[in-house]
């Protein structure tokens, strides 16, 4: 069900369409005709580019917008480190952005992790894990973050390191971006690419909690969609990009622009807000896309298909070549499951991708919910070649249940960040943050049921012959339960 059917109030206001040339004038005559930067632009405003792609990117990948403002944002002081320890304007100690990954083929689950009353967005962002460098340019980083406070006033974030992937899972993000004004609520995403600006408050004053996929290398883009045909899955003109909107705000009062550069945070002042921007065009801006607008597609005949048909965003990979994706953004909505004689859940699976799975609320049909389970705000990564699939009580009722059409995941919502890199867990992600089930593989799958039979009295070998009396119709079941 599509969150974005009620009413969005007036401040928010949105132009549609992924991927498209956007323009937008929160002044009427703000933007330059024909000419991205003549000797002057009406109004007195400046011009500045950015681009997101390098200069000479193929017109099919290009993106860059052009901003017409009333400063540039060259105009600041010197960016400092943010000590670790220090009590900023933010008044929390620095989080760390980077950190040694622990590399492991367990597979991992958490419980949710906690709301923090205590920290705004910068501080709220804990970095799970990973693969890769954002100083290279390669890989991705996967946070989450939990905040009981809006970003102080006159204060601003960019990542130079990547574009975040924001997935809500409890509270709603009101965010003032250069580019315009998104509010972000559960069961919808957002992309702000790097380097944009932005400052985010808590809407209504609730907390908020969610996950992000940074992307050090490239941009998302949707699936291809093969013979699936010319729409489906998620649709272009369900993606919304901001319209412009500014302030005015460029007497003496100190602005702060905080800067996630290389892993580290940076902090500068300036004497002019960052949210000046009268008017944009181009192809390089945030956006949002609610998950209930996903057109879900599925089997109408037999097997359970691979999750790729629910691929919201992907982002491919240059290095490992085609199909193969740095980060793929994958949602499992509510769906019909008619598919006949099939294991409907999950089949058991290794895969080369590592699997970084959340649930934003309900439950998931692999996994049992509840207290130790996959439960709303917690996680699990099924790393390279590290097997898994339904846990025992999943795989006993899928096996035996009676194949009538059945509506799976009502109001529920889980997602993954797929990756073709192997995924590291850092220091935070494994111990500080107290949130890994000692018992995942212990609870899931070590209790799974011997249901071989043993032929009973000849079965035909792989040649083709026939042997006699090797069977003797044992059900290995209850050997393997003795042990
Ligand atoms: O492991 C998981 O739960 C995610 C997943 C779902 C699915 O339907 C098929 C493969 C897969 O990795
Ligand atoms: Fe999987």
Known sequence: MPVTHFDVPDKYRYQNGFSSYHQTEAIEGALPVAANAPQQNSHGLYTEKLSGTSFTAPRTENQQTWLYRILPSASHQTFT??????????????????????????QLRWDPFDLDPQVS?????????GAGDPTMKVGLGIFVYAAGKSMPEKTAFYSADGDFLIVPQHGTLDIQTELGRLLVRPNEICVIP????????????????????ELYEGHFQLPELGPIGSNGLANHRDFQVPVAHFEEDYDDT?????????????????????????????????????LG????????????????IFTVLTAPSRAHGPGTAVADFVIFPPRWLVAENTFRPPWYHRNTMSEFMSLISGTYDAKGGGKGGFQPAGASLHNTMSGHGPDMQTFEKASTTELKPAKVGEGSMAFMFESCLM???????????????????????????VHFKRPKKEFVVSNGEKEKGVGDGKDMSSIHDAK
């Open 81 to 106: 480190t943010v000590p670790p320890s220090s009590t900023s304007a933010l008044d929390t100690p620095t989080p760390s952005f980077h950190s040694k990954f622990h590399v492991i083929p367990n």
């Open 121 to 129: 967005w910068i501080h709220s962002l804990h970095l799970i894990g």
């Open 194 to 213: 790097r380097g944009i600006r932005y400052r985010i408050t808590l809407h209504d004053d609730e907390a908020v909690r969610g996950f992000i996929l």
């Open 254 to 290: 100190e602005h702060t622009i905080y800067s996630k550069f290389g892993g580290n945070l940076f902090s500068a002042t300036q004497n002019h807000s960052p949210f000046d921007v009268v008017a944009w065009h181009g192809l390089y801006y945030p956006y949002k896309y609610d």
């Open 293 to 308: 607008r996903f057109n879900t597609i599925g089997s109408i005949s037999y097997d359970h298909p691979d999750p790729s």
């Open 423 to 449: 995924m590291g867990v850092t220091d935070w992600g494994l111990h500080t943050c107290q949130k890994v089930q000692e018992n995942y593989n212990e609870e899931s799958w070590k209790p799974l049921k």
